[in-house]
C-alpha cells in the first residue's frame, strides 16, 4: 500500500522559512522516478489549490503567488519529495499536501498524503 508522509509544518513569524518533507512508502523507486509530484495548499474555508509541481524529469512549475519563493525537489533515491518555502506570509497558512501521480496506459493512479499545518503569524 502506498503511502505518503508529510512532515515540517509548524508555527512561524511572517518572513520566516519552512522545509515541508513527503516521504514515499509502499512504492518502488523505478514507479517514483517515473511519477510526477505536487505540492497543494488547503487554506481554510477554501479550496485545495496547486503551488508547485516537480515531473519525472524533475522540471519545476509554480503558481504565481509562490513563484521565487517556493522550492521544489524530488530525491528518487530517498523517493522523496521536498518543498523549501522562503517569506512566508499570513496568505501561506493553510494545510499542505504531497501529491503523487502518474498513468500507466491511459489508467492514472494519483495519491496523496495527509497534509501538514502551516500557520505564519504576523
Known amino acids: 500500500q502506498v503511502q505518503l508522509v508529510e512532515s515540517g509544518g509548524g508555527l512561524v513569524q511572517t518572513g520566516r522559512s519552512l522545509r515541508l518533507s513527503c516521504v514515499v512508502s509502499?512504492?518502488?523507486?523505478?514507479?517514483?522516478?517515473?511519477?510526477?509530484a505536487d505540492w497543494y495548499r488547503q487554506a481554510p474555508g477554501k479550496d485545495r489549490v496547486l503551488l508547485a509541481t516537480?515531473?519525472?524529469?524533475?522540471?519545476?512549475n509554480y503558481s504565481e503567488s509562490v513563484k521565487g519563493r517556493f522550492t521544489v525537489s524530488r530525491d528518487n533515491l530517498k523517493i522523496s519529495v521536498a518543498l523549501q518555502m522562503t517569506r512566508l506570509t499570513p496568505d501561506d497558512t493553510g494545510v499542505y499536501y504531497c501529491?503523487?501521480?502518474?498513468?500507466?496506459?491511459?489508467?492514472?493512479?494519483?495519491?496523496w498524503g495527509q497534509g501538514t499545518q502551516v500557520t505564519v503569524s504576523s
Open positions: 501529491h503523487l501521480r502518474r498513468v500507466v496506459g491511459t489508467t492514472p493512479y494519483a495519491y
Open positions: 509502499g512504492m518502488h523507486g523505478i514507479v517514483f522516478a517515473v511519477s510526477d
Open positions: 516537480i515531473t519525472h524529469a524533475h522540471t519545476a
